[in-house]
Protein backbone atom coordinates (compact mmCIF):
# COMPACT_ATOMS: atom_id res chain seq x y z
CA UNK A 1 0.00 0.00 0.00
CA UNK A 2 2.92 2.54 0.89
CA UNK A 3 4.23 1.86 -2.72
CA UNK A 4 1.11 3.80 -3.80
CA UNK A 5 1.06 6.83 -1.85
CA UNK A 6 3.83 9.48 -2.72
CA UNK A 7 6.64 9.89 -0.36
CA UNK A 8 6.36 12.96 0.92
CA UNK A 9 2.65 12.12 2.24
CA UNK A 10 4.09 9.04 3.98
CA UNK A 11 5.26 10.21 6.97
CA UNK A 12 1.87 12.10 7.62
CA UNK A 13 -0.10 9.49 6.85
CA UNK A 14 2.21 7.60 9.25
CA UNK A 15 0.93 9.73 12.16
CA UNK A 16 -2.65 9.31 11.44
CA UNK A 17 -2.59 5.66 11.09
CA UNK A 18 -1.29 5.55 14.28
CA UNK A 19 -4.01 7.68 15.90
CA UNK A 20 -6.58 4.12 14.51
CA UNK A 21 -6.38 1.30 16.98
CA UNK A 22 -3.52 -0.83 15.91
CA UNK A 23 -5.91 -4.16 15.83
CA UNK A 24 -7.02 -3.35 12.78
CA UNK A 25 -4.70 -4.61 9.53
CA UNK A 26 -2.97 -1.91 7.51
CA UNK A 27 -5.11 -2.11 4.19
CA UNK A 28 -8.21 -1.61 6.55
CA UNK A 29 -6.86 1.15 8.03
CA UNK A 30 -5.81 2.56 5.21
CA UNK A 31 -9.27 2.29 3.60
CA UNK A 32 -10.60 3.78 6.46
CA UNK A 33 -8.17 6.75 6.21
CA UNK A 34 -8.96 7.52 2.34
CA UNK A 35 -12.71 7.74 3.09
CA UNK A 36 -12.69 10.11 6.03
CA UNK A 37 -10.00 12.45 3.59
CA UNK A 38 -12.67 11.76 1.00
CA UNK A 39 -15.41 12.92 2.74
CA UNK A 40 -13.49 15.86 4.79
CA UNK A 41 -15.81 18.91 3.49
CA UNK A 42 -18.69 17.75 5.01
CA UNK A 43 -17.47 16.95 8.65
CA UNK A 44 -19.40 18.53 11.11
CA UNK A 45 -19.17 22.48 11.44
CA UNK A 46 -16.68 22.43 8.20
CA UNK A 47 -19.11 24.27 6.14
CA UNK A 48 -19.81 26.87 8.63
CA UNK A 49 -15.89 27.62 9.36
CA UNK A 50 -16.00 28.09 5.50
CA UNK A 51 -18.75 30.77 5.52
CA UNK A 52 -17.73 32.56 8.93
CA UNK A 53 -13.96 32.24 8.43
CA UNK A 54 -13.63 35.55 6.02
CA UNK A 55 -15.91 37.27 8.40
CA UNK A 56 -13.54 36.70 11.24
CA UNK A 57 -10.62 37.29 9.06
CA UNK A 58 -12.24 40.79 8.00
CA UNK A 59 -12.91 41.39 11.65
CA UNK A 60 -9.05 41.01 12.54
CA UNK A 61 -8.17 42.90 9.82
CA UNK A 62 -10.27 45.73 11.08
CA UNK A 63 -9.05 46.08 14.60
CA UNK A 64 -5.45 45.37 13.45
CA UNK A 65 -5.73 48.91 11.59
CA UNK A 66 -6.30 47.89 8.26
CA UNK A 67 -8.25 50.21 5.64
CA UNK A 68 -9.37 49.87 2.58
CA UNK A 69 -10.50 52.07 -0.04
CA UNK A 70 -14.34 52.75 -0.88
CA UNK A 71 -14.46 51.19 -4.76
CA UNK A 72 -18.39 50.95 -4.77
CA UNK A 73 -18.42 55.04 -4.24
CA UNK A 74 -20.42 56.17 -7.67
CA UNK A 75 -20.72 52.48 -9.11
CA UNK A 76 -24.03 50.81 -10.04
CA UNK A 77 -24.47 47.70 -7.63
CA UNK A 78 -26.13 45.97 -10.94
CA UNK A 79 -22.93 45.93 -12.42
CA UNK A 80 -21.18 44.21 -9.66
CA UNK A 81 -19.83 40.32 -9.95
CA UNK A 82 -18.75 38.07 -7.49
CA UNK A 83 -17.22 35.07 -8.45
CA UNK A 84 -15.94 31.56 -6.61
CA UNK A 85 -14.48 28.50 -7.67
CA UNK A 86 -14.97 24.91 -6.70
CA UNK A 87 -14.86 21.41 -8.22
CA UNK A 88 -17.05 18.76 -7.61
CA UNK A 89 -15.35 16.23 -5.42
CA UNK A 90 -16.12 12.63 -4.48
CA UNK A 91 -17.94 13.71 -1.50
CA UNK A 92 -20.42 15.78 -2.89
CA UNK A 93 -21.27 14.15 -6.02
CA UNK A 94 -23.98 11.34 -6.71
CA UNK A 95 -22.48 7.98 -6.21
CA UNK A 96 -24.59 6.74 -8.98
CA UNK A 97 -25.17 9.31 -11.37
CA UNK A 98 -20.99 10.67 -10.61
CA UNK A 99 -21.91 14.31 -10.86
CA UNK A 100 -22.33 17.45 -8.59
CA UNK A 101 -25.29 16.00 -6.25
CA UNK A 102 -28.37 18.79 -6.14
CA UNK A 103 -27.87 19.20 -2.95
CA UNK A 104 -24.65 21.07 -3.42
CA UNK A 105 -25.91 23.68 -5.58
CA UNK A 106 -27.22 25.20 -2.41
CA UNK A 107 -23.88 25.05 -0.64
CA UNK A 108 -22.02 26.93 -2.84
CA UNK A 109 -24.08 29.83 -3.46
CA UNK A 110 -22.44 32.78 -2.45
CA UNK A 111 -24.27 35.26 0.24
CA UNK A 112 -23.66 38.93 0.53
CA UNK A 113 -21.07 41.12 -1.41
CA UNK A 114 -22.58 44.60 -1.26
CA UNK A 115 -21.07 46.01 1.98
CA UNK A 116 -24.53 47.48 3.38
CA UNK A 117 -23.59 49.23 6.53
CA UNK A 118 -26.62 48.08 9.18
CA UNK A 119 -28.38 45.70 7.02
CA UNK A 120 -28.31 42.45 6.49
CA UNK A 121 -29.15 39.85 3.95
CA UNK A 122 -32.15 37.08 4.50
CA UNK A 123 -32.96 34.22 1.98
CA UNK A 124 -37.38 34.55 1.33
CA UNK A 125 -37.04 31.62 -1.87
CA UNK A 126 -34.86 30.04 -4.27
CA UNK A 127 -35.31 28.74 -7.66
CA UNK A 128 -32.95 26.41 -9.52
CA UNK A 129 -32.75 26.00 -13.49
CA UNK A 130 -31.01 22.74 -13.69
CA UNK A 131 -29.10 22.57 -17.35
CA UNK A 132 -25.86 20.30 -17.61
CA UNK A 133 -24.97 17.66 -15.37
CA UNK A 134 -21.40 18.74 -13.62
CA UNK A 135 -19.35 15.69 -13.58
CA UNK A 136 -16.72 14.15 -10.98
CA UNK A 137 -13.94 16.39 -10.04
CA UNK A 138 -14.77 18.80 -12.76
CA UNK A 139 -13.67 22.31 -11.85
CA UNK A 140 -16.96 24.70 -12.16
CA UNK A 141 -16.79 28.81 -11.18
CA UNK A 142 -19.74 30.35 -9.35
CA UNK A 143 -20.69 33.76 -10.42
CA UNK A 144 -23.42 36.21 -8.87
CA UNK A 145 -25.24 39.45 -9.98
CA UNK A 146 -27.74 41.47 -9.39
CA UNK A 147 -30.34 41.17 -11.94
CA UNK A 148 -32.83 44.40 -9.90
CA UNK A 149 -34.99 44.97 -7.24
CA UNK A 150 -38.30 46.56 -6.12
CA UNK A 151 -39.01 48.45 -2.81
CA UNK A 152 -38.05 45.24 -0.85
CA UNK A 153 -36.43 42.71 -2.06
CA UNK A 154 -33.34 42.06 -4.46
CA UNK A 155 -33.15 39.65 -6.82
CA UNK A 156 -29.68 37.77 -6.88
CA UNK A 157 -29.01 35.37 -9.90
CA UNK A 158 -26.01 32.76 -9.24
CA UNK A 159 -24.69 30.98 -12.33
CA UNK A 160 -23.00 28.06 -12.02
CA UNK A 161 -20.63 27.82 -14.88
CA UNK A 162 -17.30 26.23 -16.46
CA UNK A 163 -13.92 28.34 -15.56
CA UNK A 164 -14.22 28.66 -19.61
CA UNK A 165 -17.40 30.54 -19.11
CA UNK A 166 -18.17 28.20 -22.35
CA UNK A 167 -20.86 25.61 -20.73
CA UNK A 168 -23.53 27.18 -18.15
CA UNK A 169 -24.55 24.37 -16.21
CA UNK A 170 -26.97 25.56 -13.60
CA UNK A 171 -29.33 29.21 -12.76
CA UNK A 172 -30.37 30.01 -9.52
CA UNK A 173 -32.47 33.04 -8.70
CA UNK A 174 -32.46 34.08 -4.75
CA UNK A 175 -35.30 36.41 -3.65
CA UNK A 176 -33.66 38.20 -0.66
CA UNK A 177 -34.16 40.92 1.37
CA UNK A 178 -32.42 43.41 3.69
CA UNK A 179 -33.14 43.46 7.59
CA UNK A 180 -31.99 45.06 10.51
CA UNK A 181 -33.11 43.45 13.71
CA UNK A 182 -36.67 43.25 12.89
CA UNK A 183 -37.11 45.95 10.39
CA UNK A 184 -36.92 45.81 6.46
CA UNK A 185 -34.92 48.24 4.82
CA UNK A 186 -35.45 49.19 1.50
CA UNK A 187 -33.38 48.07 -1.20
CA UNK A 188 -32.37 51.59 -2.58
CA UNK A 189 -32.08 53.27 0.43
CA UNK A 190 -29.29 50.84 1.76
CA UNK A 191 -27.20 51.38 -1.69
CA UNK A 192 -27.67 55.12 -1.27
CA UNK A 193 -25.99 54.78 2.10
CA UNK A 194 -23.46 52.90 0.97
CA UNK A 195 -22.43 55.12 -1.73
CA UNK A 196 -23.44 53.33 -4.69
CA UNK A 197 -25.10 55.27 -7.82
CA UNK A 198 -24.95 58.42 -9.92
CA UNK A 199 -24.86 60.08 -6.93
CA UNK A 200 -22.73 58.20 -4.67
CA UNK A 201 -20.06 60.33 -4.45
CA UNK A 202 -22.37 63.68 -3.06
CA UNK A 203 -24.02 61.29 -1.06
CA UNK A 204 -20.80 59.44 0.78
CA UNK A 205 -20.01 63.16 1.98
CA UNK A 206 -22.91 63.47 3.81
CA UNK A 207 -22.94 60.06 5.37
CA UNK A 208 -19.14 61.01 6.49
CA UNK A 209 -20.96 63.54 8.57
CA UNK A 210 -23.54 60.79 10.08
CA UNK A 211 -22.55 58.89 12.80
CA UNK A 212 -23.50 55.48 13.47
CA UNK A 213 -26.17 55.61 15.52
CA UNK A 214 -27.97 58.48 12.74
CA UNK A 215 -27.03 56.10 9.61
CA UNK A 216 -28.96 53.78 11.24
CA UNK A 217 -32.15 56.28 11.81
CA UNK A 218 -31.72 56.96 8.45
CA UNK A 219 -31.79 53.69 6.66
CA UNK A 220 -35.02 53.25 8.60
CA UNK A 221 -36.34 56.59 7.92
CA UNK A 222 -36.66 57.61 11.41
CA UNK A 223 -34.95 60.43 14.19
CA UNK A 224 -32.30 62.79 14.15
CA UNK A 225 -30.15 60.45 11.26
CA UNK A 226 -33.35 61.15 9.20
CA UNK A 227 -33.33 64.40 9.67
CA UNK A 228 -29.50 64.93 8.87
CA UNK A 229 -29.54 63.10 5.98
CA UNK A 230 -32.18 64.45 4.62
CA UNK A 231 -30.04 65.68 1.80
CA UNK A 232 -28.75 62.12 0.82
CA UNK A 233 -30.57 61.61 -2.47
CA UNK A 234 -32.20 57.73 -3.28
CA UNK A 235 -32.09 56.35 -6.74
CA UNK A 236 -35.82 54.83 -7.80
CA UNK A 237 -37.18 52.57 -5.53
CA UNK A 238 -38.05 49.76 -7.94
CA UNK A 239 -35.31 49.09 -11.02
CA UNK A 240 -34.82 46.96 -13.77
CA UNK A 241 -37.71 44.78 -13.12
CA UNK A 242 -39.22 45.63 -16.62
CA UNK A 243 -37.16 42.19 -17.31
CA UNK A 244 -38.37 40.39 -14.42
CA UNK A 245 -40.67 37.47 -16.56
CA UNK A 246 -37.53 36.85 -18.68
CA UNK A 247 -35.31 35.70 -15.52
CA UNK A 248 -34.10 31.82 -15.58
CA UNK A 249 -35.74 30.54 -12.56
CA UNK A 250 -38.61 32.16 -11.33
CA UNK A 251 -39.56 32.46 -8.25
Known sequence: MSALVPAPLQPKLAALLALLPSSIP???RYAALCLLLLNCQHFPGVWHARIIWPW?????????????????????????????SFRATPDSCDSFGMHLSNSEYAVSLVGEFYQLENASFALGATSYVFKKEIPLMAKFTVTSELLGHDKKWLYI??????????????????????????????????????G???????????????????KLQWLIGEGEGEKKGGAIRVADAERAMEGKGEWPGQL
Open 26 to 28: SPL
Open 56 to 84: IKFQWQVKLGKRWPNTRIGKDPLDFRLSR
Open 157 to 194: QTRFHSPDDKTTYAYCLSHVVLKHKRRTIPPARAFALA
Open 196 to 214: YGADGAANWEIVQTLNAHE
